[in-house]
């Protein structure tokens, strides 16, 4: 059984920053793509960035590019995302998510096992 738990999530003023963190466990994480979701009320979920299992492929949403990073550590079992020039638009319930194939997808349905989320609030 796959457990992912977010945490680092909070209220922040627009330009302000916040690094999210997601420990996982119940399997050898290093050998699974690792992704960040996040969903805003009364929208669909929408994904945010994916990290390869080596951390050396990293892609990410149009609407984050050059604002947030995603990276992993390993031996630590976790994946973060650190996010930047935070805008009232990011506010959102952030989820991070594995998948039991080991392909790059950013379509959430393709990913197996979530975490319960955590929420971002950016305020202007």
């Known amino acids: 059984q796959v457990q992912l738990v977010e945490s680092g999530g909070g209220l922040v003023q627009a330009g302000g920053s916040l690094r999210l963190s997601c420990a996982a466990s119940?399997?050898?994480?290093?050998?699974?793509?690792m992704a960040w979701f996040r969903q805003a009320p009364g929208k669909e979920r929408e994904f945010v960035a994916f990290?390869?299992?080596?951390?050396?492929?990293?892609y990410y949403a149009d609407s984050v590019k050059g604002r947030f990073t995603i990276s992993r550590d390993n031996a630590r079992n976790t994946v973060y995302l650190q996010m930047n020039s935070l805008k009232p638009e990011d506010t959102a319930v952030y989820y991070c998510a594995t998948k039991g194939k080991n392909s790059y997808t950013i379509i959430s349905s393709d990913y197996d096992y979530w975490g319960q989320g955590t929420q971002v609030t950016v305020s202007s």
């Open positions: 990290i390869s299992q080596s951390g050396l492929l990293r």
């Open positions: 119940g399997r050898t994480f290093s050998n699974y793509v």
